[in-house]
């Protein structure tokens, strides 16, 4: 995002325009321009300008289609971290994803919703107010557009909105939502290809149907449905994996009762794996906080027989606890750069069975997919 520019905020959603943006914005204003210079020749250079008017409206409608989608998130308890308007269209970046079919299918659905809402109000503004002229002619191109932004949408592959309403569907028949991001990420590249084959032919002059535009869109579709059908693997792959099955092999606990030379002795010295800080447990096992590694430079080493770690502990502070029985989907969710590692706790005492970090669930996803057979 960092190439991005941010043009406002509505909702608390800010908004950004990518700079590709720029270049369907300059083509789109051309060819609105020109066309209504075709129609209304009186207009001059007023046509420029009014396609350029036209062309905006158009982003606007692309806009509005997105915090469709944003406003049921928002409705549903989603963060929605921004929006952001690029050569292929807008894109709202959700915080988490649904967490029911249901969720999924009405944040899908919202956006073409809004779309076709556009163009009964557009159409019906056309049809009745008795406009006429270049004015008339705007308001039947941004109407037409919000349809086609809708059909468009509809195709039933991902990455667009009608692949997500068909992942939601399959999500919904199978309880397996991994299995509707598979299904819709492969009909997805379908249509990828389509768009591929059908712009490479009109490119080559062997068909009237498609262009170079949808020859760039099926590669849109192409490369983002492969990237759904990768996630779509990753996540059966976790399926049936909890929060366990990932935690740490020697992970750097220590017991608080312990002396600073056991400590050093038991988990510093000859531990290929240099910790900067341990989590520290009580008697029964839970947490009480943690203690740093530098800390221990404090007390001689002399004296480290006679002090504990329970005399350099610390609060845990960031230290997030899971259970151990928590499905490793909903855990990974969890992890951020704020939150690199999280404290797994048996539910049943909360004593701490270890910790859990991306590097760990890679490791039990890689161990997973070596025991299944070819």
């Known amino acids: 995002m960092e190439n991005n520019l941010r043009v406002g905020s509505l909702f608390g959603i800010p908004f950004y325009i990518n700079p590709s943006w720029f270049l369907v914005l300059a083509l789109v204003t051309w060819n609105d321009g020109s066309w209504l210079s075709y129609q209304f020749p009186q207009l001059g250079p007023l046509a420029w300008v009014l396609g350029l008017v036209t062309a905006l409206l158009l982003f606007a409608s692309v806009l509005a289609h997105e915090l469709g989608h944003s406003w049921v998130a928002l409705r549903q308890g989603t963060e929605v971290k921004s929006i952001t308007l690029f050569i292929f269209g807008g894109l709202a970046s959700l915080g988490e994803e649904s967490k029911t079919p249901g969720e999924s299918f009405r944040v899908a659905i919202a956006g073409p919703l809004v779309s076709l809402f556009l163009f009964g109000v557009l159409h019906a ?96 579709l192409l490369q983002n449905a492969g990237r759904s059908a990768q996630a779509a693997s990753v996540q059966e792959l976790m399926s049936g994996l909890t929060a366990a099955d990932a935690v740490i092999p020697n992970s750097p606990i220590v017991p608080a009762q312990s002396s600073l030379r056991e400590f050093a002795n038991n988990h510093i010295i000859g531990n290929p794996v240099s910790w900067k800080k341990y989590l520290v447990t009580d008697e029964a096992g839970k947490l009480a906080g943690e203690i740093w590694v530098d800390d221990m430079k404090q007390v001689p080493t002399n004296d480290w027989w006679d002090v504990s770690v329970q005399s350099l502990v610390k609060a845990a502070e960031g230290v997030q606890t899971v259970p151990a029985t928590a499905p490793l989907l909903e855990v990974i969710d969890l992890l951020s750069e704020q939150v690199p590692a999280l404290a797994v706790v048996k539910p049943e005492d909360g004593s701490v069975l270890g910790l859990l970090e991306k590097s760990s669930i890679l490791m039990a996803l890689q161990k997973k997919s070596e025991a299944q057979p070819a």
């Open 125 to 220: 503004i056309g049809s009745f107010s008795g406009i006429t002229g270049p004015l008339a002619a705007m308001v039947a191109l941004l109407s037409y557009v919000n349809l086609a932004l809708a059909i468009f949408n509809m195709i039933p592959g991902l990455p667009l909105d009608g692949g997500n309403v068909l992942k939601a569907i399959v999500w919904k028949i199978t309880g397996k939502p991994y299995r509707g991001l598979a299904f819709a990420s492969r009909v997805g590249q379908v249509f990828g290809w389509l768009g591929i084959g059908l712009g490479l032919a009109a490119t080559l002059g062997l068909t009237n149907i498609g262009s170079v535009w949808t020859l760039l869109v099926g590669f849109f």
